[in-house]
């Protein structure tokens, strides 16, 4: 498995921005398409966006469509979550994950690579 470590996370106030970076290291991190997922307080982790392996075929949950834009840099080993026009309701530990030889999924129980996630704090 790929080894994926989670940075960029901390606190905004609403309207604002940040981005995530995601830094994959013990496999050939263009074999994997990549996801980003997020688990609020006393909640399922869900789907927020996903990449295929070559950077084509975004997908994105509807609560985030419009607002959030993944993008990968494979010279860079790196998967990226730009979020825009943040809301309290966007708080979350935010987790990438990653699928072999897989697609742009949304399905959580497709990725077998997890990282350690980052807290994303939006205040109102």
């Known amino acids: 498995q790929v080894q994926l470590v989670e940075s960029g ?3 905004v106030q609403a309207g604002g921005s ?3 970076s995601c830094a994959a290291s013990g496999r050939t991190f263009s074999n994997y398409a990549m996801a980003w997922f997020r688990q609020a307080p ?3 982790r869900e789907f ?3 990449i295929s392996r070559i950077g084509t075929i975004p997908n994105y949950s509807d609560s985030v ?3 959030f834009t993944i993008s990968r840099d494979n010279a860079k080993n790196t998967v990226y979550l730009q979020m825009n ?3 309290p309701e966007d708080t979350a530990v935010y987790f990438c994950a990653g699928r072999l030889f897989g697609s742009s999924y949304s399905n959580i129980k497709q990725y ?3 990282g350690q996630g980052t807290q994303v704090t939006v205040s109102s």
Do not use: M, N
């Open 9 to 11: 996370g901390g606190l």
């Open 18 to 20: 940040l981005r995530l």
């Open 42 to 44: 006393g909640k399922e």
């Open 48 to 50: 927020v966006a996903s």
């Open 65 to 67: 469509q419009g607002r």
């Open 85 to 87: 026009s943040l809301k």
């Open 112 to 114: 077998d690579s997890w």
